[in-house]
């Protein structure tokens, strides 16, 4: 999904690095001796420097995400090792931090009557439509007029750098910086609203587990023995490899049968941005230009 900032956010962030002079830790730094001189123990300058800005808070959330290399999910060949591999990358502990703290504000709320189970049956049965929604408009966002240009840097950024290595492991899951943000909306909306909309906070962020897990798991080795999960499996590489407009669930199947995105392979052509026919695109280039065969291999 979202796992780098875009590069067009990232050209904001650098052109802003400027602007960080007036930070506190960088104006600190210049101002701290004249401060200490003329003002007095315990005024204003120690408690600007307890008080976490949100510079702070950004580091902090910035520190859940380590950096790569972490490594590529075809290394991965059995549930179990998929199971460890998931829970020691630094990101999926986050949103199962995350999932974990809107069902405490939900539970503060009280007991689970018959109205919830109601509510997240309906958030069930909504997950694939949401699901399919969410990849077909957010993730394969583009630049171009002011909706795709805002999902671009969003989400759809990250999910192109997942497109073109579909295995790798440092651009697959949630950023914690989505992740935290919308934690905290969601712990807001179960503290404060009806209870059954906490139910709704909660169905959400599970739905978003359910997906970052299943589609971790269909870019491991794990071979599928389940018709169902085949399903799942089948369709999520054909949209990568096939045609990105099609095979849009993750976790079901239903909205891509019933929206008319689930064709059997043969019926829809490769897209050219499709990550085997930009392959094989690369890969001529670099024959033609006269690379060795051990260099096109690693095209
Ligand atoms: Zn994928
Ligand atoms: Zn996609």
Redesign the pocket.
């Known amino acids: 999904m979202a796992d780098v900032a875009p590069r067009a956010s990232a050209a904001p962030g650098a052109a802003a690095t400027p602007g960080a002079a007036a930070t506190p830790r960088a104006s600190g730094a210049a101002a701290t001796p004249p401060v200490r001189r003329w003002l007095p123990a315990g005024s204003a300058a120690p408690a600007a420097r307890r008080r976490p800005g949100p510079g702070s808070l950004g580091r902090a959330v910035a520190r859940l995400d380590r950096p790569g290399p972490h490594g590529s999910a075809a290394e991965v060949r059995t549930l179990p090792a998929a199971l460890r591999r998931f829970l020691s990358h630094p990101r999926p502990p986050v949103l199962i931090g995350a999932v974990s703290a809107v069902a405490a504000a939900r539970s503060a709320r009280g007991p689970i009557r018959r109205r919830d189970v109601g509510t997240a049956a309906a958030c069930l049965c909504a997950q694939p439509f949401v699901e399919w929604a969410v990849h077909r408009f957010l993730l394969h966002a583009r630049p171009g007029g002011p909706l795709g240009s805002v999902g671009y840097q969003l989400a759809g950024f990250g999910h192109e750098l ?2 073109r290595d ?1 295995a790798n492991l440092d651009t ?1 899951f949630l950023r914690p910086r989505e992740v935290t943000a919308g934690a905290a909306a969601a712990v807001t909306v179960a503290a404060v609203a009806p209870p059954a909309v906490g139910t709704v906070a909660v169905c959400v962020g599970l739905g978003a587990l359910a997906y970052d897990w299943t ?1 971790f798991l ?2 491991t080795s794990v071979r599928p023995s389940h018709r169902y999960y085949r399903r799942l499996w089948h369709g ?1 590489r054909l ?2 490899y096939r045609n990105e407009r099609y095979w849009l669930g ?1 976790t079901s199947p239903v909205a891509d049968i019933m929206l008319g995105t689930s064709p059997t392979g043969a019926e829809v052509p490769v897209s050219p941005t499709a990550t085997g026919a930009a392959r094989a695109a690369a890969r001529a280039a670099a024959r033609a230009a006269g690379e060795t065969e051990e260099a096109v291999r690693r095209t």
């Open positions: 997942h497109h579909p697959m589609h269909i870019h999520h949209h990568h993750v």
